[in-house]
């Protein structure tokens, strides 16, 4: 039995880089957006579910059965869903050839593993559930269930179609015990959750260290380059289509559109704009044109070259009469390949490439170096990235300001209910808890005693003046 469960380990271990590369810009834009930052404690949070998620789908379908025609006869007995709980009972009692013992009721009995197995398989759900996204026992209950629902269905309609018949069984009480296993990983996360630093504080150191990270900045970078090539490709494609020929100025314009123009009239980039940035002058003013255009031209010759210097290459060897042979080189695998086209490239188009590379590294070991990160561009253009308020952010404003607000309404409500000379204190402690910093509100307001002719006479006051007060109630 553990040949069986070591296979889909390793087929979701050669499968993770792969998926992790893929959503890494995705789960990067996600991340800035939601906390401003990318930390350590939260990214490998992140992509530890990402391989454990992978891992769990990967136990439910492999080993994958080879397809051949008599494929529904040979998984007949699965063909139909177990809908009877507590089947499970009866598989263990006839695995254990109806005897009673340890070993053959529960130390060596397959049907005791498989449930063992299945409790096990959502329980780092409900850790992760809990410590990563702080869900309610509720919710991790709902989500283990239509997780454990998505499995048992990817079983019963053989990999959503991809058999013509399953090949596992839809077991009813495996649902119920995936379910419990999400629980069971809930609660055993409480502990777990104590011992580990939360995830927000390490959000805010980072923050605080850095307020504008470098991996933000670079996210907001791969994106606009992306989309700048999109658009200039799409361009020319629809002017290619429609007069035959794309003018050579339309990349040229969409650059300019796209890091000058753009930035002069809403502030920042569209991807500068997703990763919830905005440009500002180093003096405070206004961007004006010939700072955003020596900044977007600084851009282009330091950070993209080696882009350049690679679409250059590109468009050379589609446009020399030997492609296809040296296509079917590169199709080679190995070495050889590589070589190949290192060897069709000119000598000045190797110094290109090579060129671009040096001075992008180059930008990026300048832009580590420096106190603030500012990179070449930045600090020669004399316009930086600043922060706009990411989406925790906003949320603890808005509870923040309805805190403060209801602490007001509260004090002017009292004053008007009691109508004698608590009134002036309890609205001045509402002015207070409005003037007050978040932090303070967690304290309780005090109010400095009875206030008399003269103004408040302490925290308690003396017993005259608190007998008099008793007495005038």
Same mark, same amino acid.
């Given at each position: 039995?553990a040949?069986?469960?070591l ?8 499968l ?20 401003g930052?990318?930390s ?5 949070? %992140? ?14 379908i492999?080993?994958?059965?080879k ?5 529904c ?7 139909h869903?177990?809908w ?13 050839h ?18 063992v ?13 809990? *410590?990563?996204?702080?869900?309610? %026992?509720? +919710?991790?209950?709902?989500i283990g269930?239509?997780?454990?629902m998505f ?10 179609g991809?058999y ?25 996360a !409480?502990p777990? +959750?104590?011992?580990?630093p $939360?995830?927000?504080?390490l959000?805010?150191? $980072?923050?605080?260290? @850095?307020?504008?990270?470098?991996? @933000?900045?670079l996210?907001?970078l ?5 989309? *700048? ?21 339309i990349?040229v ?7 000058v ?10 991807? /500068?704009r997703l ?7 180093d003096? !405070?003013?206004p ?15 330091l950070?993209m070259?080696?882009?350049s210097?690679?679409f ?5 060897l589609?446009?020399?009469?030997w492609?296809?042979g ?20 000119s000598p000045?188009?190797l110094?290109a490439?090579m060129?671009?590379?040096a ?6 070991? /300048?832009t %580590? @170096? ?5 990179a ?28 403060? +607000?209801?602490a007001?309404?509260?004090g002017?409500?009292?004053a008007?209910?009691d ?12 002015? $207070?808890a ?5 932090? &303070?509100?967690?304290?309780p307001?005090v ?10 006479t302490?925290?308690?006051?003396s ?5 008099? $007060? +008793? &007495?005038?109630r």
């Open positions: 039995m040949t069986a469960y296979l889909p380990i390793k087929t979701a271990a050669a993770f880089p792969l998926l992790a590369l893929l959503l890494l810009l995705p789960t990067a834009v996600v991340l800035y957006r939601r906390h930052v990318m350590r404690g939260r990214t490998l949070s %992140l992509y530890g579910f990402l391989y454990y998620s992978l891992t769990a789908f990967c136990m439910t492999v080993p994958l059965p397809q051949t025609g008599d494929m006869e040979r998984f007949a007995p699965v063909a869903p177990q009877m709980p507590g089947n499970t009972f009866s598989d263990i009692w006839k695995e254990a109806h005897k009673v013992g340890l070993n053959s009721l529960v130390l060596q009995n397959p049907a005791v593993a498989g449930t197995f299945n409790l096990l398989l959502l329980l780092p759900l409900g850790v992760f559930l809990r *410590y990563h996204f702080g869900r309610s %026992l509720r +919710a991790t209950a709902v269930f239509v997780v454990a499995f048992e269905l990817t079983q019963w309609t053989g990999v959503w991809l013509s018949c399953p090949y596992r069984l839809f077991d009813v009480d495996d649902l119920i015990v995936n379910t419990a296993g999400a629980v069971v990983g809930w609660l055993l !409480g777990v +959750a104590r011992m580990l $939360a995830l927000e504080a959000d805010g150191r $980072a923050l605080a260290a @850095r307020p504008v990270p470098f991996g @933000r900045r996210t907001a791969v994106v606009d380059v992306a989309g *700048y090539v999109v658009a200039s490709v799409f361009a020319s494609a629809v002017m290619t289509y429609q007069g035959g020929a794309a003018p050579s100025w990349p314009g969409i650059f300019v559109a796209w890091f123009l753009l930035p002069l009239a809403t502030g920042a980039t569209p991807g /500068k990763l919830l940035l905005k440009l500002v002058s003096d !405070g003013g961007l004006v044109p010939w700072r955003l255009t020596l900044r977007a031209l600084l851009l282009g010759a950070v070259p080696f882009l210097g690679l250059l290459a590109m468009l050379t589609l446009h020399e009469p492609p296809s040296l296509f079917a080189t590169v199709r080679d695998s190995g070495a050889q390949g590589a070589a190949a086209v290192l060897t069709a490239l000045i188009q110094l490439v060129t671009g590379f001075l992008t590294a180059t930008c990026v070991r /300048k %580590l @170096r420096h106190p603030d990160r500012l070449p561009h930045d600090r020669i253009s004399g316009i930086r990235n600043a922060p706009l308020p990411h989406r925790r952010a906003k949320r603890a404003g808005a509870q923040d300001g309805g805190v403060r +607000a209801a007001q309404d509260g002017v409500r009292a008007a209910r109508g004698d000379q608590s009134g002036p204190v309890t609205v001045a402690v509402a002015r $207070a409005d003037d007050a910093p978040a932090g &303070d509100l967690d304290r307001l109010s400095t005693g009875p206030v008399g002719p003269s103004g408040p302490g925290p308690t006051g017993a005259e003046v608190q007998r008099s $007060a +008793a &007495d005038s």
